[in-house]
Nanobody, 117 residues
Framework: QVQLVESGGGLVQPGGSLRLSCAASGNIFSINAMGWYRQAPGKQRELVAR???????NYADSVKGRFTISRDNAKNTVYLVMNSLKPEDTAVYYC???????????WGQGTQVTVSS
């Protein structure tokens, strides 16, 4: 099992930046990939960005060129740097771990990101 703890959300003006962090603990060696998802009110949870343990990344089209996912293996932490934020980026952001041979999902508790003037 793994535990995921997110931090870094908050209120930011349009055009601003935020950095989200997700610290993983537990049996981290069985993690296949980690990612960030978001869920806005009344909408389904959607993938924002994902990074495999080999370093391959992929992004939702809506955030390409604005968001960057990265990881620090020494700290067992994944980051999401969000630039040029838009009001439509407002959502609860969840850290996800793709775990084990059966590709089980683990989730963090979520962190609110609000983009508003």
């Amino acid at each position: 099992q793994v535990q995921l703890v997110e931090s870094g959300g908050g209120l930011v003006q349009p055009g601003g930046s935020l950095r989200l962090s997700c610290a993983a603990s537990g049996n981290i060696f069985s993690i296949n990939a980690m990612g960030w998802y978001r869920q806005a009110p009344g909408k389904q949870r959607e993938l924002v960005a994902r990074i495999t343990m080999g370093g391959t990344t992929n992004y939702a089209d809506s955030v390409k060129g604005r968001f960057t996912i990265s990881r620090d293996n020494a700290k067992n932490t994944v980051y999401l740097v969000m630039n040029s934020l838009k009001p439509e980026d407002t959502a609860v952001y969840y850290c996800n771990a793709d775990y084990g041979l059966d590709r089980r999902d683990y989730w963090g508790q979520g962190t609110q990101v609000t983009v508003s003037s």
